[in-house]
């Protein structure tokens, strides 16, 4: 397995269920990051992890949890979700974190997430 | 507040008929300017870094230029398979986090 992982890659759940999304990356980075990206929007950043501590929690709001348990893996803890939430949640990379020559971000493939 | 902006929307173009994406931005001092390609239902896939005015960079049909205010990408006799949404994104100065634009999508007809 290479790059940035991520699973499962569709997940449909109703507002009042708990699911988790896991992300992976085989970069040997430091620095792991949770993206929403919905249609005809920028991607929008939600949580940033830097060896293993959060870096930045962008007003999202608490029916997501995230969760670093090391510099490889992230997860995102969902519970009763909203239908606005439905998009597709990217994980991505850094061999640093911002500010730094090394901040170039890779992605995993995504998560399409469908709440009803 | 760092901004990006991104023309056009949308680009079609038949096949071999080069063409520019646009990426106008507004930071307090450039950290780093990055291309990605996206297509559809998959990640972003990383194209290039730029970090100052001058600077360029090129990948087989793909070259990336930057000025103090924007950054071209241009596509030099493109296939149908560069068809993709094209996202740029900026870094400002310190720690802040990366801000996207909304991309141009690529047509490329055969």
């Known amino acids: 397995e290479t790059g940035v992982t991520q699973t499962p890659r569709h997940l449909v759940m109703g507002m009042t269920n708990k699911k988790s999304l896991k992300c992976e990356q085989h970069l040997g980075h430091n620095a792991m990051y949770w993206y929403k990206q919905s249609a005809k929007k920028p991607l929008e950043l939600m949580f940033v992890?830097?060896?293993?501590?959060?870096?930045e929690n962008n007003s999202v709001p608490s029916r997501f949890s995230p969760e670093c348990p090391n510099s490889s893996h992230l997860f995102l803890h969902l519970h009763t979700l909203q239908p606005e939430d439905s998009a597709l949640y990217l994980c991505?990379?850094?061999?640093?974190?911002?500010?730094?020559?090394?901040?170039?971000?890779?992605f995993g493939p995504g998560t399409r997430l469908l709440v009803l | 507040e760092d901004q990006v902006t991104q023309s056009p929307e949308a680009l079609r173009l038949q096949e071999g008929e080069s063409s520019s994406l646009n990426c106008s931005y507004t930071v307090s001092g450039l950290r780093g300017l990055f291309w990605y390609r996206q297509d559809p239902g998959k990640g972003p896939e990383f194209l290039f870094t730029l970090y100052s005015a001058g600077e360029e960079k090129e990948k087989e049909r793909l070259k990336a230029t930057l000025t103090k205010k924007e950054s071209f990408l241009h596509i030099t006799a493109p296939k149908p398979e560069d068809s993709a949404t094209y996202l740029c994104?900026?870094?400002?100065?310190?720690?802040?986090?990366?801000?996207f634009g909304k991309g141009t999508r690529l047509s490329v007809i055969a």
């Open positions: 992890y830097n060896f293993k501590e959060q870096t």
């Open positions: 994104a900026v870094g400002g100065s310190g720690n802040t986090p990366l801000v």
């Open positions: 991505a990379s850094s061999q640093g974190a911002g500010g730094s020559s090394q901040e170039t971000q890779y």
